[in-house]
Structure formats: structure tokens, C-alpha cells
């Protein structure tokens, strides 16, 4: 398979100085399911608006579809589809009003715009509701709406920054569905930023990790999870002074592959770890040291955040997000 999009070294420094994409080099095979992960403030939506020609690149080379950004903007965006975290819909025209105007800005008329229209609504499930307001629509409504607005030209590269940001869990997996459909059936090329680790986990055939505006990881999800080694066990201290002597005592026991700090305590990676625990508990207990909680687990994207960065990429702040009150 040929690359769709390829970024050789980006780099995208604010008026402010502040250097959001520093030199970051990548790229998606055509008919792939890509991911772009990170944390809020990692880059990963000033990398995709370079992509997309909303936002001038401070310098590095860029081609999408075939297309370089310095020289053929206006081909790239007439090849690709975009949906953000925000919609960016007409609350006063009715869902199949939104359709029709995205169309004629994209220079479709007639029976082909109808015709189009028809199988996008029938698409994101939204034919019952096509003649009402958009301003009607439930939250998880207008993301399928959104995503519909997207498609409207047939594009065959599909850009999407943090799409089901906001969304229930239930609104969550119905956007999965559809997007599954989309890169599996229509044959589109997706590229996805997400701080969703599971959403990356499910979709994405390839991952990029990105923090700080650095690359800091690639692959296929199994391939780092399997680079992490085997199983954690989570040790969470009631003392954070106590971090450098846990680690020395996890250190002596059989089976540890690699320690590493986390917040609140320390990860230690195993491939028994079920048969290890009991050696864990007995030697910190030789010390005196009662840890306020242990868990074990496989490993997980956040694992792999976690191996590179020393912190996790999930935050309290994410985990409200998750549960704001948007319906389907």
C-alpha cells in the first residue's frame, strides 16, 4: 500500500514561541485505521489542523493524498474530509439541510447531491430525524451529523480530532460502529487524534504516541503493549519518600523485568505476576512497608505512556469528561 499522508520532520512554533509539534516524522498507508495519541497539550491537534491547511507549519515537509502542503492546499482539502471536537453545524437547518449546504460548497447538485444525502442519513441512522432542526439533536445526534457533513464528498482520507470527545460511553460505541464501517466497507482512510486510550486500543491498527510536541513511540497497539514485558503489579505508597527503597527491594526478587516511577508509587513489570505477588507482599512486609493499595494488570496503552514518559496519560479531568451527561 502506497502513503497517504507523510510528515518529515514538523515542527509548528506558536507566535508565543511555544514549539507545539517539535520535528515529528511519520506516516499512514492508504486504507489504514490511524492513531494519534496523547495527552491534552501534546499536539496531537495542532499536527492534524497542519495537515488539514488550518494552520501554517513552522517548517518540515508535508504530503496528504498525494498533494504537498506548501504548494497544493486547495487539492488537499478538496481530497479529504474533516470532523472535529466541536461540531460545526447550522442548529437552525434542519439535519438534511446541512447535508445539502455541505454539498454545494463541495460543487454537488442535483440528483447526485440527493442521492448522496439519502445514504448518508440512512448512514448515521438519522433519516427519522432528517427534517428536524439540528439544534434538536441529542449531543451523540450531532456528532453523527457532524461525521455525515464529513463524508458528503466521498473523501478518501478522513480526519478526525478527538471526535467522541464529550460523548456517553453508549454515544461512544455507536461512533466506534460507524467509523469500524467506514475504514472496513468504504475502504476510507481514517486518521484519528484520541486521549481515549481505549477508542485507540479498539480502532487503530497503527499508533503514534505523541507528548511535549515529540514522537514518542510507534507500532500496532498489540505490538507496545507486548514491548512493555508481560504483566504490571501497581504499588501505590502512603509514603512517597519511600519510591527509591521499594524500588531496591522489588529489585532482589525473581521474575522483575523493569521498575518504573508512577504517581503515587511504583509499576513493576512481570511476566508471572500472579506467582510473584506473594513474594512482592512478604519482602515489603520484611520492612515494615504496608502499601496503601496493589493491583495487577495486563499491560495497556497507558502502560506503554507510563514506559516512556514515567506518567500516566490518563487525568482526573479526562475521567469527568468521560461522564458529562451527552444522549444518544
Not at 119 to 148: N, T
Not at 164 to 181: K, M
Not at 247 to 253: F, G, N
Amino acid at each position: 500500500m502506497q502513503d497517504i499522508v507523510t510528515v518529515e520532520d514538523l515542527v509548528v512554533v506558536y507566535p508565543d514561541g511555544t514549539r507545539a509539534v517539535d520535528g515529528i516524522s511519520f506516516s499512514v498507508k492508504e486504507g489504514e485505521f490511524f492513531g494519534f495519541l496523547g495527552p491534552n497539550g501534546a499536539g496531537k491537534s495542532t499536527t492534524i489542523k497542519a495537515l488539514t491547511t488550518l494552520l501554517h507549519k513552522t517548517s518540515g515537509r508535508v504530503s496528504v493524498a498525494g498533494f504537498d502542503l506548501d504548494h497544493s492546499p486547495k487539492e488537499i482539502r478538496r481530497s479529504i474530509g474533516v470532523s472535529s471536537q466541536e461540531t460545526s453545524l447550522d442548529v437552525d437547518l434542519t439535519g438534511r439541510e446541512n447535508l445539502r449546504l455541505q454539498g454545494r460548497l463541495q460543487q454537488l447538485h442535483g440528483k447526485v447531491l440527493d442521492d448522496r444525502i439519502d445514504e448518508l442519513l440512512k448512514l448515521v441512522q438519522l433519516e427519522d430525524v432528517a427534517k428536524k432542526p439540528a439544534g434538536r439533536y441529542s449531543g451523540g445526534m450531532r456528532k453523527r451529523l457532524d461525521l455525515a457533513c464529513s463524508l458528503i464528498h466521498e473523501p478518501k482520507l478522513l480526519f478526525l480530532d478527538e471526535p467522541t470527545t464529550g460523548l456517553d460511553t453508549q454515544a461512544r460505541a455507536v461512533i466506534w460502529e460507524y467509523l469500524e464501517g467506514l475504514n472496513k466497507k468504504e475502504g476510507i482512510t481514517i486518521f484519528l487524534t484520541t486521549q481515549y486510550l481505549e477508542e485507540a486500543d479498539r480502532l487503530c491498527r497503527e499508533l503514534s504516541i505523541i507528548d511535549h510536541g515529540k514522537l514518542i513511540a510507534n507500532g500496532t497497539p498489540s505490538n507496545l503493549k507486548a514491548a512493555v514485558g508481560g504483566e504490571t503489579i501497581t504499588l501505590t505508597l502512603t509514603d512517597a519518600s519511600l519510591k527509591s527503597k521499594v524500588k531496591e527491594i522489588l529489585k532482589t526478587i525473581q521474575g522483575v523485568t523493569n521498575i518504573e516511577d508512577a504517581d503515587g508509587g511504583v509499576i513493576t513489570y512481570t511476566k508471572n505476576a500472579g506467582q510473584i505477588i506473594a513474594d512482592v507482599v512478604t519482602a515489603l512486609d520484611r520492612s515494615s512497608i504496608r502499601p496503601a493499595s496493589l493491583s495487577i494488570s495486563s499491560p495497556t496503552l497507558d502502560d506503554v505512556f507510563l514506559r516512556h514518559t514515567g506518567r500516566r496519560i490518563r487525568s482526573d479531568e479526562l475521567t469527568r469528561k468521560e461522564t458529562e451527561p451527552f444522549l444518544m
